[in-house]
DNA sequence: TCTGGGGTCCTAGGACCC
DNA sequence: TCTGGGGTCCTAGGACCC
């Protein structure tokens, strides 16, 4: 710690995969390996993942698929629908091979983890970088990057080139200031991590263009314009780790499903189908964090896109006591759906969304004592959890989320389930 | 025909209290 | 009847992340 109360001394590495979705696409079909393949969100919306030669053809992130379907086909490409199934398992492949790297890792998203090395006997980190990324590849076929550096900015900063630098063949430490100053004039201030793209633009109007500037800033600007989270960032800039590695998963304090349907919906009863999956969605993910939840929506909403009268509302109501009982959920959810709902209308989404979560332990002992059911209700959710997890998702649901699900997302360029379900695993000829 | 889903943190402003 | 200032709590909305 020196006099700021800041630790300078920590190094933190940022183990990114590249192209995650595509790469995971690609592990189990090789036919994919030189050709442009871009993955679609869900519902077959937009481009989320890009392959390199997806990004050569200038295709942007977020581009809707259906526009750009025609032009990838022209240059021999693929597109897939998501596979979320796939790559959550993946994901947890490529976690595990980094936990033998570092005792401490953060899991920070399904491609990302921050690694932190202080205290770790390292001659030549990027080295450290080059085995780490070749190990991962070689046990789950997944290429990664890596940066190295003193804050989590600034590992992110490190990483940016490590991933477009060939030279750097895939790790990069930035450690001494030489260095750092040079790589940080090479990144645009839009690109750097917690810059967004109002702060992107107000910054700019401010002659401030890249990572550098931005570092070097006058500290009262920023923290007038940009609040404490420019500050902290800028402090990151400079070397000072301001966030630190996170390693136990925070448990959630809000909770959302949500999705788009797969066609316009008008009927209540199947808004009530959906509404009711996203419910039962929800509270198995309450549940698995041990958490009940105090506060419960519902919201709705028209095609944005589409001509015509527009509609998007949204109710809530308490949840007293606080629960995680899936059916009690869904019938209050169903309630506020019928106040919601507004004959006319051609829905294009729902969602559930579950706030004032606290940890089922910190329910204050009086609600449980008036609810001497409840002990019988949590093993019932218990009983269908296990089943669920063991034979697959839905295999025992509430009757009110119907069966044919006909309102349901498309996925039409689904890819197999090959390390998920036993039907589909790849066979070797 | 067709444009994602799921989170966190911070601030401003209103309501209420003394 | 009219009045000030300060504190806390809550909510909505904006900005960011992947």
């Not at 005792?103 to 202080?118: C, H, Q, R, T």
């Not at 790790?171 to 030489?178: I, V």
């Not at 959302?256 to 996203?278: I, M, W």
């Not at 218990?382 to 498309?410: C, I, P």
Request: charged share 25%.
């Amino acid at each position: 710690m020196d006099s700021t109360g800041l630790s300078n001394k920590e190094i933190i590495a940022l183990v990114d995969c590249n192209n995650f979705y595509v790469s995971c696409e690609r592990v189990f079909n090789p036919k994919l390996a030189k050709v442009p393949v871009a993955v679609l969100s869900n519902n077959d919306g937009c481009i989320v993942s890009r392959s390199n030669e997806i990004k050569a053809l200038k295709i942007p992130m977020g581009a809707p698929g259906f526009k750009q379907e025609a032009f990838i086909h022209k240059h021999g490409g693929v597109l897939l629908s998501s596979n979320y199934a796939l790559y959550g398992d993946m994901s947890a492949r490529v976690m595990n091979v980094l936990s033998m790297f570092s005792p401490d890792v953060e899991i920070y998203s399904i491609d990302e983890a921050f690694l932190n090395l202080s205290g770790l006997m390292i001659q030549d980190y990027e080295e450290w970088g080059r085995q780490l990324k070749r190990t991962v590849f070689r046990w789950t076929g997944i290429p990664v990057s890596v940066g190295i550096s003193r804050s989590k900015t600034l590992a992110k900063c490190a990483n940016h080139h490590a991933k477009r630098v060939l030279g750097f063949k895939g790790s990069l430490a930035l450690l001494d200031e030489t260095r750092i100053a040079k790589a940080l004039q090479r990144i645009d201030v839009g690109d750097v991590w917690g810059i967004g793209r109002q702060y992107q633009k107000f910054l700019k109007q401010n002659k401030i263009e890249n990572a550098l500037q931005l570092r070097d800033a006058d500290d009262k600007f920023i923290d007038h314009y940009m609040t404490v989270v420019g500050h902290k960032t800028i402090l990151e800039l400079r070397g000072y780790s301001c966030v630190g590695i996170d390693e136990a998963p925070q448990s959630k304090k809000s909770i959302v499903t949500s999705k788009s349907f797969g066609r316009q919906v008008t009927d209540q009863s199947e808004l009530a189908e959906a509404v009711s999956t996203y419910v039962t969605r929800s509270a198995e993910k309450l549940r698995a964090q041990k958490s009940v939840a105090g506060h419960l929506m519902v919201f709705l909403s028209t095609n944005r896109f589409k001509e015509g009268p527009q509609y998007n509302n949204s109710l809530s109501t308490t949840l007293f006591p606080p629960t995680a009982y899936t059916p009690d959920m869904i019938r209050i959810a169903l309630q506020l759906l019928d106040d919601l709902y507004l004959e006319g209308f051609e829905y294009k989404k729902a969602g559930v969304m579950l706030a004032d979560i606290m940890s089922e332990g910190d329910v204050p002992l009086s609600f449980i004592e008036a609810n001497y059911l409840d002990d019988r209700r949590s093993r019932l959710m218990q009983a269908v959890d296990r089943l669920n997890k063991a034979h697959g998702r839905d295999t025992v649901t509430v009757a009110s989320s119907g069966v044919k699900k006909e309102w349901e997302m498309r996925r039409a360029k689904l890819s197999p389930r090959f390390t998920t379900s036993w039907n589909e695993i790849p066979k070797v000829k």
